[in-house]
């Protein structure tokens, strides 16, 4: 699998995301290869959804703790909005949302990350697990 280093300008104590491929990420030198919230600072957490056909609104509801004022959602592979009812508990709270597919979302969150933003990116791996390299 080709993976994709990016060098992010990373902020003592924010989650840069190192390099991304089609089955995962490294964020802070730990291997990622399923769903997963990056968000700014804190802990990296799973993100327990296997497949875009199974995102409920509870999926989303979980990044709202994080209190960002963007969540970069990677869709996958290619790009594919949720419906609006699953993104109503973020948007009940005026949390904004971008939806991109996942590699262009791993590279927006590091810009973001990168001006000091609190932003949190919810990527979506679907797929067997394998190393990113």
């Keep these: 699998m080709a993976?994709?280093?990016?060098?992010?300008?990373?902020?003592?104590?924010?989650n840069a995301i190192s390099r991304h491929g089609p089955d995962g990420v490294i964020v802070n030198g730990t291997q990622h290869t399923r769903?997963?919230?990056?968000?700014?600072?804190?802990?990296?957490?799973?993100?327990p959804v296997t497949s875009f056909e199974e995102l409920a609104a509870d999926h989303f509801a979980t990044l709202v703790g994080f209190k960002p004022e963007l969540v970069i959602f990677g869709s996958g592979r290619r790009i594919r909005f949720a419906s609006p009812a699953l993104l109503r508990p973020l948007m009940?709270?005026?949390?904004?949302?971008?939806?991109?597919?996942?590699?262009?979302?791993?590279?927006?969150?590091?810009v973001l990350l990168a001006e000091g933003?609190?932003?949190?990116?919810?990527?979506?791996?679907?797929?067997?697990?394998?190393?990113i390299g």
């Design 117 to 131: 933003r609190n932003v949190v990116a919810a990527l979506l791996f679907e797929g067997s697990a394998s190393s």
């Design 92 to 110: 009940d709270q005026r949390i904004g949302i971008e939806t991109m597919d996942t590699a262009a979302a791993c590279r927006t969150y590091n």
């Design 3 to 14: 993976a994709l280093k990016l060098q992010a300008d990373r902020i003592d104590g924010t």
């Design 35 to 47: 769903s997963v919230i990056v968000p700014w600072t804190g802990d990296v957490t799973a993100w």
